[in-house]
């Protein structure tokens, strides 16, 4: 599976598709993948906190409710 480096996404988004993590402690997913449906662990359902959807396109930074993956 790919690393996405150019982007930071949220340590609480989860994805029922396999991911793992690279011996410096990365996650390694494909962001890109159709068939993943992402949920957040704060809210448990496919939206965070502040409403918005939880994936891949959504989940960064920018976010209120973001919280860094460290």
């Known amino acids: 599976m790919p690393e996405d480096t150019n982007r930071n996404f949220c340590a609480m988004l ?15 997913f494909d962001p890109d993948s159709s068939t993943a449906c992402y949920t957040c662990v704060l809210t448990q359902r496919p939206y965070g906190p502040d409403g918005m959807p939880a994936n891949t396109d959504y989940c960064g930074a920018t976010r209120r409710c973001y919280k860094a993956d460290d």
């Open 14 to 28: 989860r994805t029922k598709s396999a991911y793992f993590r690279s011996a410096a402690g990365a996650r390694l």
